[in-house]
């Protein structure tokens, strides 16, 4: 039996059209799953870089002997070099555990202003699943600043 129009004209026959439409919106499903995750990874992947620079900063801002320190009328504060933020932060990264992370550098180990230490990490990420969709790596980069006060 064949579906007839308003006008008595005959349908055209709509057999098959829902697996198409069930293939399409299951591969529009596993694209965005595919993006959803490599969005995660991107996302955790620069919390940790974050956490190992501001571990770093912090190693670098308590790099200064007693005999740098300074004594005002209405503070005591440390004085700090940016040779030996470097040399904090070089050891710092050489004992903390830093797995997983490709291609690591330190762009930047300095004290600008003599008081804080600030280091700048960069780190490459690749996403969990290669696809055509998302590229095959991004760069991450980093900056922690950390400061020693006396109270």
């Given at each position: 039996m064949s579906a007839?129009?308003?006008?008595?004209?005959?349908l055209a026959d709509e057999e098959g059209s829902t697996l198409l439409l069930t293939i399409f919106y299951g591969c529009l499903a596993l694209v965005l799953i595919l993006v959803v995750m490599a969005?995660?990874?991107?996302y955790l992947e620069r919390k940790?870089?974050?956490?190992l620079a501001d571990g770093a900063a912090l190693a670098g801002a308590e790099s200064f002997a007693l005999d740098d320190?300074?004594?005002g009328p209405h503070e005591v504060r440390p004085e700090l070099?940016?040779?030996d933020v470097g040399v904090a932060v070089r050891d710092y990264l050489a004992a903390a555990t830093h797995a997983g992370f490709?291609?690591?550098t330190v762009r930047r180990a300095a004290s600008v202003d003599g008081r804080s230490a600030t280091v700048t990490l960069t780190s490459w990420?690749?996403?969990?699943?290669?696809?055509?969709?998302l590229p095959s790596g991004v760069r991450l980069e980093v900056t922690a600043v950390a400061r020693s006060v006396f109270r």
């Open positions: 007839r129009g308003p006008r008595g004209l005959r969005a995660t990874s991107l940790r870089l974050f956490t320190v300074s004594v070099t940016s040779a490709v291609d690591l990420w690749r996403p969990p699943v290669l696809t055509l969709v």
